[in-house]
C-alpha cells in the first residue's frame, strides 16, 4: 500500500490545518490501523496519534490530547489530522503509517507501510 500525505504548510500559532492521507488508486487501508507520526526538527520521530480500522477508537499522544484529531473516510481510502491551535513545538514532518497490527500501535516498529511526510511549520 502506497499512503501519500498532504496538506502541510506554514500556520501562525494559533491556527489550524488538516492532513490527508490517502491510499494509492485501487488500493484500501480499510482493514489497517493507521497512525500518525512526527519527527520534529533535530528530535525523534514521535507518535501523534491512532485510528482503529473502523474508526471508532482514537488515540492521542499527550502533546496534541484536545487539540488534534484524527478521522477516516474508508470509502475514499484516506485518513486525516485536524490540526487545531497549532503551536510552534507542533513545527514537524507528520507522516501517516498503516499496521496491520490489530491492537493499539503505538511504536513505529508496529507499521507496515509509510507515506512520505508532510512539511507543518507554525510560526510563532
Known amino acids: 500500500v502506497q499512503l501519500q500525505a498532504s496538506g502541510g504548510g506554514l500556520v501562525q500559532a494559533g491556527g489550524s490545518l488538516r492532513l490527508s492521507c490517502a491510499a494509492s488508486?485501487?488500493?484500501?487501508?480499510?482493514?489497517?490501523?493507521m497512525g500518525w507520526f512526527r519527527r520534529p526538527p533535530g528530535k525523534e520521530r514521535e507518535l501523534v496519534g491512532t485510528?482503529?480500522?473502523?474508526?471508532?477508537?482514537?488515540y492521542y499522544g499527550d502533546s496534541v490530547e484536545g487539540r488534534f484529531t484524527i478521522s477516516r473516510d474508508n470509502v475514499r481510502n484516506t485518513v486525516y489530522l485536524q490540526m487545531n491551535s497549532l503551536k510552534p513545538e507542533d513545527t514537524a514532518v507528520y507522516y501517516c503509517?498503516?499496521?496491520?497490527?490489530?491492537?493499539?500501535?503505538?511504536?513505529?516498529?508496529?507499521?507496515?507501510?509509510w507515506g512520505q511526510g508532510t512539511q507543518v511549520t507554525v510560526s510563532s
Open positions: 488508486a485501487g488500493r484500501t487501508v480499510s482493514n489497517y490501523v
Open positions: 485510528i482503529g480500522w473502523s474508526g471508532g477508537g482514537t
Open positions: 503509517a498503516a499496521s496491520r497490527f490489530m491492537g493499539e500501535p503505538t511504536q513505529a516498529y508496529e507499521y507496515d507501510y
